[in-house]
């Protein structure tokens, strides 16, 4: 069945630029279907392969997300040890504490962590119960994007759009990962379903969940859920269909839904005595709002991030998180993981308000081309110049936008195939698809090199038929789009197979094979082998990765030594984040000699093997290391304190035992301060000290080097213990006793 964007609606909307009006509701007295018969079949007007198509879509989804999914072990040590924390403390659940002992917070909020934290809590710590919860936020993305497409333009036109979505590389790896971005990209998605909603009908319900969903995404990753506020508040305050009075003030009633929906946590944290909360992370003044508006906020767009790895620095666009400018999310270190079709979603997304210029103002068509080309292009142009933190996989934020408008632009362009403008404009982004696919398998030449030219060519083919859509038979110019089709995913399907056969862990996972997406600490090349980073990078390895490579090369599964010197940022090559109820990491075995930690040369202190971990990864624990840490860990708050939260996370991981972050996530944090840690061990309080890990305060740390006070006030009073290659200092016992 082909859908006509000329049908009529309850309102009034320009004939060749809208589309099929909801289905109406049902009459009184009217006999309704079975619930199942329902769910299966959908909308009456739909063919009956439509909504089978798109349960099984999210079917597919769900089994490729799941696929593997252990094989990460805990992912994001850092998150993940706030996840355990917060499965055995309702006080750490709140606030995001990275320890049951509530001594510091991650630097982030804490609604991204509620979920896991009740899976936890429900079926004990594992990789599983931590990141099955964002498996589901994925396919609940991908639902709602498929449905914001389809009420307005074909089920062929949503399940494009789904399909785009779930088989782009970054997203196939933020949706099995567990930092926060997961649950942003799923309540940006929503926001946009809401708006497209209110334009429709004029509702003003529409508006208050697009403002709640906002509002939450707040609690989720702070300020970057208030990038698409301009082009949603602006469209619907030009495109809805009431008066304009009515909807400046559904505007400002759903202004008061944001607000309370993200602010009642931030009043409560604001509000709380600070001596009975823990110490907010990444702030220098133990001020959520600070951490919003500073190192969270401006910061990651002018680069004065205070407290950060090299915070504080200016912002002077010198690139250290890599170089900005409009081709940053097309460059090397970027494209692979979000670029494939968005050459192809700007030239559709142009098509599209072309196609569009004549309608109504209230026309949802249009609308729906705004709101989700709107929140694409400013989303795209803050992250391709934003001057501070910038990681690939921040870029998971544009996934839904790209799916939206390749689905309804290419679903639109069809239906006027047989206008010449139109079929050339569907040609046009085929070959940008195919040609921008050649372009970035190309720089993996080594990766399934057959598989570039098949795009290639199969794009160029599938363009040609495209341009003479209108003039040949229906079979002839579906298969033609079948074969664009085909050829545009090609390339982001095999990197999304690369990424959920592979495992990811550490702060800055990618996707895609080895070696596809590079980005160093100042913006130089990560090394992938002996010796660690390259002159200015500042990791040694791929970032993120696990077990990519053994020595001898080969692909994920083996046992190998991993890369020498430092070695990618990550987990050992065989940890599975597995064990003791309580959270073992059974970290045990080969791994990444230095522990992985900033590359030859690069590390912040620690041993190697079972010793301490670096910035951006944890900690080895041996078992030897283990067994010392848990021996009488019940008579103390932490049964260990350690510099930097990457390594105290290790440690708690796999005693299941609160360990103390000192200085938060950089150890540059002012917490605690020395005379605090001197009470807390007068008071018997922490058993032992870990030595090494973090930056010690020597990176952006306005406090003068509080980690680095207490570590030395630690080697000099008190005795040290060896274990293996791993350093301890015994709490409990002066040197010399």
Known sequence: MTTHYDQPTTRQD????????????PQAG???QPLVRRLWRGRPEDPRWARPAFLGLLALTLVTYLYNLSASGYANSFYSAAVQAGSRSWKAFFFGSLDAGNAITVDKPSAFMWPMGLSVRIFGLNSWAVLTPEVLMGVGTVAVVYAGVRRRFSPAAGLIAGAVLALTPVAALMFRFNNPDALLALLMALACYFVIRAVEDGRTRWLVWAGAAIGFAFLAKTLQAFLILPPLAVVYAVCGPVRLRKRLVQLGLATVALVVAGGWWVAIVELWPASSRPYIGGSQNNSFLELTFGYNGLGRINGDETGSVGGGGGGNGSGRWGATGWDRMFSSEIGSQIS???????ILLVAGLWATRKAHRTSVTRASFLVWGGSLLITMVVFSYMAGIFHQYYTVALAPYIAAVTGMGAGLLWEKRRETWASLTLAAAVVAAAAWGYVLLNRTSTYLPWLRWLVLTGGLAAAFGLVFAGRISRQLALGAAAVGLVAALAGPTAYTLSTVNSAHTGSIPTAGPAGASMMGFGGGRPGAGNGGGAPGG???????????QNGNGSM?????QGFPGGGMPGQNGNSQGQGRSQGQNQQNGNGFPGAGGLGEGGRTGGAGGGGAG???TGANVSSAARKLLEKDADTYTWAAASIGSQNAASYQLATGDPVMAIGGFNGTDPSPTLARFKKYVADGKIHYFIAGGGTGGGMGDSNSGTSSRITSWVESNFKKVTVGSATFYDLTQKAGD
């Not at 994920?556 to 190998?560: H, I, R, T």
Request: hydrophobic share 35%; net charge positive.
């Open 556 to 560: 994920p599964g083996g046992q190998g």
């Open 14 to 25: 320009t004939p060749g630029a809208g589309g099929p009006p909801p289905a109406a509701p």
């Open 340 to 346: 494939w079709l968005l050459p192809a979603a700007l």
């Open 30 to 32: 009217e006999v309704r």
């Open 614 to 616: 670096g910035l951006l």
């Open 538 to 548: 500042f990791g040694g390895g791929m970032p993120g990765r696990q077990g990519q």
